[in-house]
């Protein structure tokens, strides 16, 4: 017996001899199909299927390990190989070829980490040969590959259910209308950077994947809120969703996903500079499971967002919201005090800020990992005192971001002294910050990296006048 993969699930298939010595007859014990790559053939009685191999290993095969142990066996060692070692291994013999490229040996397969620039065909004949065993395919950065290749992918590899088009600039409405006709059952899906992608890509999605949880389309500045609707109307079970850089989404966008993505966790709006504050209360209110918010550099929001997050969102985990210069300690206030699972938070260029958002922050979130407060220059020592004496800093506190802190000194460095996981400070620009006080904080922790820079010292003027300060015409002037 045999483990045989088909539709993405593991099952058993019986092995019968048959009358042609070169062939075996694979007998599945359900779904009646074994593979997705169409090479099946159904048995001339139309009473069930087989499906006919060609021998592995000939009776003449002389290698040991091919004699000792079954194909079955060696199948399965070979499925825990990597992309490169089982094209290495494909090179041995004819029977390690077969081994190698057998379709539920590349169920898993990441191109950004093996080869970036590949040609079409190469995703192509993937394609073909994995069939349906397909179900997890990256082609990040793969800027060769376009429509032709991805219509080919989906038309044969119909079980993916994530799929990685990062980049992929070559890529147009024509691909997700593909995938929505032939990829059902595909979970997550990225296609930020994707220029090309408009409101049809959504609609067709939206229409034909309502399995997808996951979506990103970051920088594909064609889309609208009407095509987020498409998108959401379909797939109510979505997650994941993340647009950094869509410009031409607003508030309208954020009240459909409030509206029909209740189980939605993670939101990255970053650079949606559209956004206002009614989108982000309506989606707040709706949306309470969120852990992961990314309002960074869009300007429009005030505090009414901080505060409508802080009353819904309790199980707030990472939120960022750098470039924001309308906050202000009220609206962190309220955030601290009501979402005390913080752990990374990212305040850079809040500029109003000062120390009493980090001792709010200090008291109130015992878990906070990772703080940056770069630019935010209204930040003293006292604040920094707060944070080194709570809870949160000799527990949990790794990173640590003051650069461009104007008024931070050595006596900040020595409050930070009992951070023992602190991992990584970054204190460039900060002139009160001496080499002397980066030394005493290292003593205290040794394995903390400390990132700084410090201008060359001017060198002195010369002790003998050597050089005439003016020239001649200057001193006739």
Known sequence: MVRHHTNGFEQNAFIKKSKNSECMNLVPLRNGGSSSNNNSSSASNGSSSYWKVPRVFGDS?????????????????????????????AQVSKAWNGLALDGSNWQYVDFFQ??????SY???????????FLKVLSLSGCQAVGDTALTT??????????????????LTDRTCQSLGKHCHKIQVLDFSSCSAITDFSLKALGSSCPQLTSVNLSWCELLTSHGIFQLVEGCTGLKVFIAKGCVNLGNEALFHLARHCPKLEILNLHSCKNIQDEGVIELSERCVKLRYICISNCNHLTDQSLIAIATNCLNLQTFECSGLSQLTDSGFQALARSCTKL????LEECVLITDQTVTQLAYHCPYLESLSLSHCELITDEGIRHLGAASCASEFLTVLELDNCPLITDQSLHHLINCHNLQRIELYDCQLITRAGIRRL???????????????????????????RFCRCCNLL
């Open 61 to 89: 095969e002389e290698a040991p390990i091919n004699r000792k142990l079954a194909k079955e066996l060696l199948l399965k060692i070979f499925s825990w190989l990597d992309i490169v070692s089982l094209c290495r291994c």
């Open 153 to 170: 992918f989906a038309q044969h590899c119909n079980n993916i259910e994530k799929l990685n088009l990062q980049g992929c600039k070559k």
């Open 343 to 346: 752990e990374r938070m990212d």
């Open 442 to 468: 290292r003593n205290h922790l040794p394995s903390v990296r400390v990132h700084a820079y410090f201008a060359p010292v001017t060198p002195p003027p010369s002790a003998t006048n050597s050089r005439q």
């Open 114 to 119: 093996f080869q970036v620039d590949i040609d």
């Open 122 to 132: 190469v995703v192509e004949n993937l394609a073909r040969r994995c069939g349906g």
